[in-house]
């Protein structure tokens, strides 16, 4: 099945400072010529794409808003399969390239809350299952709760996550939407 990848990504650093901890990792990110379709509004950046490059950019713009001692929350909806959904389709001809900065990117702790949605597919609840269960594979402790899933673990081992459960997804599943709430350094914690 032949599509983009979409996320839309928010970020809510909780700091006097919010607005500077997301415009420099926007631009840090900005500063690379990235294999991806991007546009900024009043509520989020959108990245589309080939899935693992989308992935890798929204990883590193999590990583790059990442200030230590300041809880962060950050708000992803990927997508695939939407109908009509075909702006930047031409991107899904670029090479799958690796982020690279001159420095190491934190591989942080992180907490997290998803809920992932088929749509079109009568029998998804297998689907669904078998996603959670690499949540598990993975070394996430996946946790039900109401409405949603609770991940524990490193960004590296969420975001690897999300790469292998979007590339089953896209390999089982017409239509799909994954919600994810991160969070980071939160006091609730501890």
Known sequence: MAGVTGCKLSIYPMSDNFAGIITNAIHQLDALKLPVWQKTDLFSTTYRGR?????????????????????????????????????????????????KFEHELPNIPVACKYSFYAFGDADYMKDIEKIVNMAEDKGLNPEGMH????????????????????????????????????????PSEG
């Open 51 to 99: 899935q693992e490059n989308v992935v890798n950019i929204v990883k590193a713009a999590c990583q790059l808003a990442y200030t230590e001692s300041v809880h962060t929350v950050y708000e992803l909806t990927f997508s695939k399969g939407c109908p009509g959904d075909t702006d930047a389709d031409h991107y899904l001809n670029e090479e799958i390239t690796p982020i």
């Open 147 to 186: 409405y949603a899933t609770k991940l524990t673990g490193s960004i590296d081992d969420l975001f690897d996550y999300f790469n292998e459960a979007l590339s089953y997804a896209h390999e089982h599943i017409r239509h799909y939407v994954m919600e994810v709430t991160i969070s980071v350094n939160s």
